[in-house]
């Protein structure tokens, strides 16, 4: 599964033998116990799992907001688990876009701000308009987080994820909070900027269903891949049974 | 480039405008008190520099009895002078209409048909003397302006036992009097005491002093050593009754603008250290609290890609904003403060001209010192977030751990309500900032403590000057040494009732290599006007044999009761003697000597002489008494005690209320800085917890008790705090104020002390108040929600 040794452009990211423990006082929590996966460049990844299954850790880890315990992480040809904190943060502000579980919106911007937030320091960034409009939001761009639904919110945090092209977009759980036609619309809006800018998507998810339009589903269980299928024919986010 | 991080910046800024404010106000303080400071200095030193170097304020100085014109040559040939400009000074009685007692003056001739070498005069109004010209003098400005005089006035002066009648033909100043004291006045009074310029042929002419001088000053080369030209000098001089010669250190008028100066410089240090403090600890508790509910906005700014470098300079803006806005408000008001503290120096330091003016590096220096302390107080509070990695600050702080306090580890538990249990919880759970916040307000009411010590302690000075040490009502003061008889004829005069003898001698004191000038006071055995009192301030007796000397001068000299001085008497056939001190008493102004008066007589080898007198008067006969010793010639000088005490009353009096209301001012803003963002950032904290309080239905008032509660602690805290430290910072101030003139009594009222808490405390209320009405409006909804 591993031999390329990371020589092959195709692959996004590739973890080996990658652990992740906490330590609160006496007690350690091995929230990841040796996981080793590639995850292709291009492609739509869902990951599955029960509650503390070390998803999140995994996302975090792969997207330099953490670092591993032990094991190793490539970005591409470069070995991420050596970065340094300044390179992390370069990684994060150039490649990757985040959307986290719990938006993380500034409260004092507006939605078009919070977008800006993001398109400020990226090197190539879309609008901020284009972005809400990618998100079907152009007309709230005015709107505080405070006067946003939290469906509105969470597609803010699309847009300011999506903002600045990133090359990965990493997503926490972005429907968890939302109603079934608003999830839609925001999986659409990742479906769109997956197919049209090939960026690499990884979404984190407590629904089966969604798994249908990934290209690859990886299954975690207590810390560990449990299954990775491969989808030949991923389907529509409208076509998805909730 | 980052224009959606500087709108959050601007937008959170104005959430907390009210702390920010106080932060500002405090900043503001800060800043002024030193552009004010050193402006002033600066403005002094600068007026004093251009006015000394344009009008050749000379080096060394020496004041004899006589001396022929002659010997010029020899004092050009000290090495090291460069010029040298002899004198004719005389002291004169003056009579102004209108006014019952007589004023005195000092004659000073002017070389005719040349100007002056040395202490050059700056001419206000009107003309200089043409050369040889009679019947006309130059008035000092202070003098002329008292009396509303205007050029082509006439002056009625006793000089030499005749009277004359001079008229005013130039207004002028001097850098020689600056500051100008009139002989045995302990302030300046600019209606009883001038200086007025005579042409030296006329004067010469008039005090029987012809081809001789009294008085000379010398220049220094710029190599030259002033050791060696005053010994030299006095070498010279002895022989004509020359005085010790002493420089520009030792000149009165120099030394107070001096001393004044370096008086200043201690306050300008002091006060604006403890408000930048202040405000930087300021900046610290709001900025920690900043950090705190942004935890999360920190952890997704890093999580997309913002460097610490950006995330940390995004708040370093937010106070470095303040940090613009209280700068320009405090350079702003050190500029006025600086502009009426230099206009009251105006009355006491007669320069040409004096402005406020303050040079760029203080104004720099004063910004950069506010920048510096408010940007620490900033990273330290940004350093934890900072380090935080960007998955941990997202995810929302655990619960703080508490523990039961000390207080109930002591088992005093039982007696504490659970709302009380509530409020020592927190105040013990950050020990570090309960410090800070009692050090700050402790620290208002410092200031407040040393602002009313100030009045306190002048008081006292002056009543134990006036009420206890000089009970006389005037001071007489002779042309020269008169036979004891003289005392009759004064009994004689109107309406006093009652003279005592005082024969005065300038002395030359030595002990070891510790040497001063001085005069030695000779006093009736049991003085009952002009006391001398013991440490105690009890009268004292004047002891029988030796000298009685004022603590501070014996501090000067080094020595103890029972040690033997050497006094060099500066008068007649200059003796030097050798006399043991018998007793050490206690003096606020002035270094005296004092000594039995016939014992005095005795050492000097003259029969029963006098110098003055002090007399007590019936005040009905003040005028008749008054309008008599107008006409007495052998009387050069005359203090009415009374009116030296109102002056000061009046000038310096006023001065200091202003700078006691300038204190207030301050030491109310920062008590209000302090405890009003205390207050808030305890609310910001715990609004979450007091709302579900309110949910859980507790009252208003509960709430409150449990967010002041803490408050109240902190103030009870820092009350002693603030005592404490407000004495420490009076007796510093008493002991950098402890100088040859003045020595400030540390003396403080027990109204101080209460007048300090009661402002602290009113501050206090308004700070709940303000915070109070914020409780009411939590709305327990979005409180709920964490929003804020
Ligand atoms: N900061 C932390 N300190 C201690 N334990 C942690 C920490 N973060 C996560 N864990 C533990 O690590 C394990 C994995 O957590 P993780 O958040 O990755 O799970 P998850 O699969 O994302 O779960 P969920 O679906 O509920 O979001 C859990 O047992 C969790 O309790
Ligand atoms: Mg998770």
């Known amino acids: 599964m591993s031999e390329n040794n990371g020589v092959n452009g195709n692959i996004t990211f590739r973890t080996e033998g990658l652990t992740k423990d906490y330590v609160t006082g006496e007690t350690v929590v091995q929230a990841l116990r040796g996981v080793t996966l590639e995850i292709p460049k291009g492609d739509m990844v869902v990951l599955l799992g029960p509650s503390g299954s070390g998803k999140s850790t995994f996302l975090n880890i792969i997207g330099g907001l953490d670092s591993p315990t032990s094991g190793e992480v490539y970005f591409k040809k470069d070995k991420l688990s050596d970065y340094s904190e300044q390179q992390l943060t370069r990684f994060r502000r150039h490649n990757v876009g985040f959307v986290f579980q719990s938006y993380n919106l500034v409260p004092s911007l507006t939605a078009y701000e919070n977008v800006a937030l993001v398109t400020d320091i990226a090197l190539d960034p879309i609008p901020p308009m284009e972005a809400l409009k990618a998100v079907n939001l152009e007309n709230r761009a005015r709107h505080f987080p405070s006067q946003l639904s939290g469906g509105e919110q969470q597609r803010v945090a699309i847009a300011r994820a999506l903002a600045k092209r990133p090359e990965v977009l990493l997503c926490d759980e972005p429907t968890g909070a939302l109603d079934s036609e608003t999830g839609i619309v925001v999986l659409k809006a990742l479906q769109e900027v997956n197919k049209n800018y090939g960026t690499t998507t990884i979404i984190i998810t407590h629904n089966a269903a969604i798994a249908d339009m990934a290209d690859r589903v990886i299954y975690f269980g207590d810390g560990q891949v449990v299954d990775v299928k491969v989808n030949k024919n991923p389907v529509g986010p409208e076509e998805i049974s909730w | 480039m980052i224009e959606a991080l500087n709108k959050k910046l601007m937008r959170d800024l104005w959430r907390i405008k009210g702390q920010m404010l106080a932060i500002i106000l405090v900043m503001a303080c800060g800043i002024s008190t030193f552009i004010m400071s050193f402006g002033v200095i600066d403005s002094l030193k600068l007026s004093q520099d251009v006015y000394y170097d344009r009008y050749q304020f000379a080096d060394v100085f020496a004041q004899l009895q006589r001396a022929p014109q002659g010997i010029k040559q020899q004092v050009m040939d000290i090495p090291g002078v460069s010029a040298v400009e002899m004198r004719v000074v005389f002291g004169v009685t003056i009579q102004v209409d209108g006014m019952d007692e007589p004023a005195t003056g000092k004659l000073i001739s002017l070389p005719d048909g040349r100007t002056p070498l040395l202490n050059n005069l700056y001419l206000r109004r009107g003309r200089m003397l043409y050369p040889d010209e009679d019947g006309a003098i130059l008035s000092s400005e202070a003098f002329a302006d008292a009396h509303g005089f205007a050029l082509g006035d006439r002056i009625s002066m006793v000089i030499n036992g005749h009277r004359q009648a001079l008229k005013i033909v130039g207004i002028v100043l001097s850098p020689e009097y600056v500051y100008s004291l009139g002989p045995g006045a302990l302030f300046p009074d600019d209606k009883r005491f001038g200086t007025f310029w005579m042409s030296q042929r006329s004067l010469e002419a008039a005090v029987d002093m012809d081809g001789a001088f009294n008085d000379i000053s010398i220049r220094m080369d710029r190599g030259g050593n002033q050791e060696n030209i005053k010994q030299e000098l006095d070498i010279i001089l002895k022989p004509y009754g020359g005085l010790i010669s002493y420089g520009r250190d030792e000149q009165m008028s120099n030394w107070f603008v001096q001393n004044e100066m370096d008086q200043l410089r201690v306050m300008g240090y002091f006060a604006p250290v403890i408000f930048l403090c202040v405000a930087a600890f300021l900046v610290n508790v709001v900025m920690t609290r900043q950090v705190a509910t942004q935890r999360e906005q920190i952890g997704m700014l890093k999580a997309v890609g913002y460097t610490n470098g950006e995330i940390s300079l995004h708040y370093l803006k937010m106070v470095l904003m303040v940090v613009v806005v209280g700068s320009i408000l405090g350079v702003g008001t050190g500029v006025w403060l600086g502009a009426g503290m230099t206009n009251m120096y105006t009355q006491f330091f007669h320069f040409p001209i004096l402005q406020f003016s303050f040079s760029a590096e203080v104004m720099i220096f004063s910004v950069l010192f506010c920048t510096v302390s408010a940007v620490i107080g900033t990273l330290t509070a940004i350093r934890a977030a900072a380090k935080l990695p960007p998955a941990e600050a997202m995810r929302p702080e655990s619960p703080t751990h508490f523990r039961r306090t000390f207080l ?381």
């Open chain 2, 408 to 788: 109930e580890r002591m088992g005093l538990e039982k007696y504490f309500s659970h709302l009380f249990r509530i409020v020592i919880r927190h105040v013990e759970r950050r020990p570090v900032r309960t410090l800070f916040s009692t050090v700050g307000i402790g620290l208002s009411m410092s200031i407040l403590i040393f602002a009313f010590f100030m009045e306190d302690s002048i008081n006292y000075m002056l009543e134990v000057q006036f009420d206890m040490a000089q009970r006389e009502d005037i001071s007489l003061g002779f042309v020269e040494p008169r036979s004891i008889n003289a005392l009759e004829e004064i009994r004689l005069l109107p309406g006093v009732l009652k003279v005592e003898p005082v024969r005065s001698v300038a002395v030359f004191l030595k002990f070891g290599h510790y040497a001063k000038r001085s005069s030695i006071m000779g006093l009736a055995p049991e003085p009952d006007l002009h006391r001398i009192l013991d440490r105690d301030l009890r009268a004292a007796r004047i002891p029988e044999q030796g000298l009685a000397l004022s603590s501070k001068l014996a501090e000067v000299l080094h020595v103890k009761k029972g040690d033997i001085l050497t006094v060099e008497v500066l008068e007649d056939r200059r003796p030097t003697l050798k006399i043991r001190v018998a007793e050490i008493v206690e003096e606020f102004i002035g270094l005296s000597a004092f000594m039995n008066i016939d014992q005095l007589n005795q050492h000097l080898n003259e029969g029963a002489v006098i110098t003055g007198a002090f007399v007590m008067v019936d005040p009905l006969w003040n005028g008749p008494l008054f309008q008599k010793i107008k006409d007495i010639p052998a009387i050069a000088s005359m203090n009415i005690l009374k009116k030296a005490r109102e002056i000061f009353r009046d000038i310096i009096g006023e001065n200091i209320l202003k700078m006691v209301a300038m204190n207030i001012i301050f030491a109310s803003l920062i008590s209000f800085g302090v405890i009003y963002n205390t207050a808030r950032i305890a609310l910001s904290e715990r609004g979450r917890e007091l709302a579900s309080l309110r949910v859980l239905g507790l009252t208003r008032g509960e709430v409150a008790y449990i967010l002041f509660g803490e408050m109240t602690i902190i103030i009870l805290m820092a009350i002693p705090v603030g005592l404490g430290i407000g004495y420490l910072m009076v007796l510093g101030m008493a002991q950098s104020m402890d100088t040859e003139l003045f020595r400030i009594p540390v003396i403080v009222d027990k109204d101080t002390y209460g007048l300090s808490v009661i402002i602290v405390i009113v501050s206090s209320v308004l700070s709940f108040y303000l915070v109070w009405r914020q409780v009411e409006n939590i709305d327990l909804v979005s409180a709920q929600k964490g929003v804020e």
